[in-house]
């Protein structure tokens, strides 16, 4: 039992990572806000996930532990040591003797913020494969899913769709909550923004950098002022970077920073997402190689127009809706990169920027919400429990 708890049972909240408990904690915050005051334990697999979910959530959740080990007298032990009244995974969290456990516990189980990757489709073709999934996603008590394509494609399985409630992703209320404009306003006087437009390739895979200085170069024949951020999906990388562009652009390193730089590689962590708020534009990495896109909500929640590669699978639903209003554009090359680059530059200077932001305002106006919609749902089992 952990101390904290003083025997009440908790509401037991799972996030693999990083990703995903940036769409738990928004669902904590609303739960808190309408009135919820039972303990919240919050676990996750890794340290980053640890790390995000203090960040966010600091104060508003009662203890984080590490998700026990998926063998069932692991995860016995720990429902019996918590004895929670509820629990929840985000996104595409399956572990079938937890939720197996819970069940025999007599503990509800919902999926929040559940989404269908391209990917996890894949995997579920075919009658066994399907049998299986339809298993699995039917040991939740209800699931929350950010879209109809997810609805649609859980319903195919045989999961009723009674069971199914589509309310949008909740990472935009995560977004949302992390906004700091103080921040991005430090930042842009560091970085001396009044100086040149500045341009973002965020979370860049091995392979993305050297498209995106190709795109660069094309930029600066006609916006001889603007510069360049590259921020390496794995910071490790930064000093690789640095040494591809160090020949050709004055280059600098963003723990190192120093006047007159052209081109600043992030080597630090827990800093892209108010840089965002800086940029004219920004490419998002894992596009241009097979890694299905990196988070396009942020810059865009920024008002910052995004360009990507043809791999944006895990955002699918979120870039065709951004393509469609036009704050997103796909390139194929660094030649069309550049070609779009250069483009926004000329809209900086005639203040058509004011546009993006407008567009963005109206998007996360309309698609905010999800974690508080959830909670409505979920906090009618806390009642029947209490």
């Not at 039992?1 to 990703?19: D, E, F, N, T, Y």
């Not at 456990?101 to 269908?116: H, P, Q, S, Y």
């Not at 203040?351 to 993006?356: E, T």
Request: hydrophobic share 45%; aromatic share 10%; with cysteine.
């Amino acid at each position: 039992m952990i101390a904290c708890l003083k025997g009440r049972r908790p509401l037991w909240l799972h996030g693999v990572s990083v990703g995903e408990v940036q769409a738990v904690m928004p669902l904590v915050k609303a739960a808190r806000d309408a009135g919820y005051s039972g303990p919240v334990i919050i676990s996750t697999t890794t340290e980053t996930g640890k790390a995000m979910a203090l960040r966010l959530g600091g104060g508003l959740f009662d203890a984080h532990i590490y998700y026990p080990w998926d063998k069932k007298k692991f995860v016995r032990s720990a429902i019996k040591s918590l004895d929670p009244w509820a629990f929840a995974a985000a996104e595409t969290e399956l572990w079938p003797n937890m939720l197996w456990e819970m069940r025999d516990a007599g503990v509800k189980t919902f999926l929040v913020n559940g989404r269908i990757s391209d990917r996890t489709w894949a995997r579920l073709q075919g009658t066994l494969r399907s049998r299986v999934g339809m298993e699995l996603y039917g040991l939740f008590n209800e699931i929350f899913l950010r879209g109809e394509r997810d609805a649609f494609r859980l319903e195919s399985l045989g999961i009723p769709r009674g069971r199914m409630h589509v309310f949008g992703d909740s990472k935009i209320d995560a977004l949302l909550l992390r906004k700091n404009q103080a921040v991005r306003d430090a930042w842009a006087a560091k970085l001396e923004f009044y100086k040149g437009p500045i341009f973002m390739a965020g979370s860049t895979h091995t392979g993305e950098d050297e498209i995106v200085l190709a795109a660069f170069k094309i930029l600066r024949k006609t916006e001889p002022d603007s510069r360049l951020i590259i921020a390496p999906r794995h910071p490790e990388r930064a000093a690789a970077v640095e040494a591809l562009s160090g020949d050709e652009f004055a280059t600098s390193l963003l723990s190192e920073i120093s006047g007159g730089w052209e081109v600043l590689v992030v080597d630090q962590i827990g800093v892209l997402f108010e840089l965002y708020g800086v940029a004219a534009a920004a490419f998002i990495g894992g596009s241009f190689v097979d890694k299905g896109g990196q988070n396009i909500l942020e810059p865009v929640s920024w008002g910052v127009p995004v360009q990507y590669g043809p791999h944006m699978e895990d955002f699918a639903e979120a870039s065709a809706e951004f393509l469609s209003l036009g704050i997103a554009a796909q390139a194929d090359s660094a030649e069309k990169l550049g070609e779009i680059w250069t483009g926004i530059a000329a809209q900086v200077h005639n203040d058509g920027w004011d546009r993006y932001r407008d567009l963005s305002a109206k998007y996360f106006a309309k698609a905010s919400g999800a974690a508080r919609r959830t909670w409505a749902e979920i906090g009618r089992y806390w009642q029947s429990a209490i």
